[in-house]
């Protein structure tokens, strides 16, 4: 075997960019949890000292903190007055939980994937599967704070829009079920823009739905919100207008008696939303930065959940929509067609 010495120095050059990323995960958490972005933000540029004082956190600590953030490019430095200071952009990033682009929660998924390497390093070896509830918690409220931004920039406002008819129904009053709702995000984003209708949220992890119950009171929608454990062959109530699959649908054993259940469940007139991770059919068309992304979370997370289930189809994150439109065809659907998408999301309307 002979090496290019160009090519390898290129590639060791990737790979150190590559583990600078890796590393600063654990830092972009320490900044989430202890305020620090959040402080920055509202303070302008500060010196070490500032922020610590501003965070109630260690000056030495700070001051190599803000160092590593700024090698990053995740904050900016001005050297000749020796302070730290968040570009608009930064903050919206770190610093402003719930806008459009705040990316900071995803690091706890990322921490639940380290922290679970060993279980899924057994589940390659049996070929069994890790169901979601054997995660490490993290990755429950990681994936409420990384997905909440999308819903909310999207959802009302492009998403709903783009279903036929379905806008007009929710603004008179209609039935909609959130299946695979996790914290209830999705669903409180609903409710919030639809106050004469009625949403029901089910998920088959309990400490998920506790927790939905706690973010609609806080909301103040809990008067048109319930929330129920349930998997999503078997969530209760008829006639719905609409059924909902929030980035779930993949991570099922069996997609197929979903979408079964789903037709059961739908008014003859109602419509399935269904929002996946972008992907293309092709797996050498997802080779890029957002597939990247979708295809680390499937090995860790999606296809063991799926391989735990009964079935265990093991969709993946990364499907495609010849794919999906099978799965939704088998299961009792004659309409399919893509909604609308975004570069993260496939948004696809399903009916009887």
């Known amino acids: 075997m002979t090496i290019d010495p160009q090519k390898l120095n290129d590639f060791v050059g990737k790979m150190v960019g590559d583990l600078g990323a890796a590393m600063s995960a654990a830092l972009v958490m320490l900044g989430d ?21 501003r965070s109630g956190t260690d000056e030495r600590y700070v001051r190599e903190w803000l160092a590593a953030q700024a090698a990053a490019g995740y904050v900016g430095y001005d050297a000749a007055t020796g302070t730290y200071a968040l570009s608009p952009e930064q903050a919206m990033v770190f610093a402003e939980e719930g806008g459009p682009a705040f990316m900071a929660g995803a690091y706890e998924i990322i ?38 931004p999308g819903y909310a920039a999207n959802l009302v406002a492009n998403w709903i829009p783009a279903l036929e008819g379905v806008e007009a129904k929710l603004e008179k009053g209609a039935r909609v079920a959130d299946v695979g709702c996790g914290h209830g995000a999705s669903t409180i984003v609903l409710a919030k823009a639809f106050p004469n209708s009625r949403f029901f949220g089910f998920d088959y992890h309990g400490p998920s739905i506790e927790r939905a119950h706690g973010a609609a009171a806080e909301a103040g929608v809990s008067d048109r919100t319930e929330f129920a454990v349930s998997t999503a062959k078997q969530f209760p ?112 309307e399903a009916r009887p």
């Open 111 to 148: 921490a639940a994937m380290v922290r679970d390497e060993p279980i899924i390093a057994k589940a390659f070896r049996s070929g069994k599967g890790v169901g979601w509830h054997e995660h490490d918690a993290c990755l429950f409220r990681g994936t409420e704070r990384f997905f909440r």
């Open 33 to 53: 949890r202890l305020g620090l972005y959040k402080r920055l933000a509202e303070a302008g540029a500060s010196t070490p000292a500032a922020l610590a004082q």
């Open 237 to 348: 109530g008829s006639g719905y207008d609409l059924v909902a699959f929030f980035d779930c649908l993949h991570d099922m054993g069996d997609p197929i008696g979903a979408a079964r259940h789903v037709r059961e469940a739908l008014d003859d007139d109602g419509t399935w939303l269904i929002v996946e991770p972008f992907a293309h059919d092709r797996t050498e068309d997802n080779l890029n930065p957002v597939g990247r992304i979708f295809y680390a979370a499937s090995t860790m997370i999606c296809t063991p959940a799926s391989l735990s289930q009964e079935v265990g189809l093991g969709l993946g994150a990364q499907a495609g929509e010849a794919r999906l439109r099978e799965v939704v065809t088998s299961g009792g659907f004659s309409r399919f067609r893509r909604a609308t998408e975004t570069p993260f999301n496939l948004v696809l």
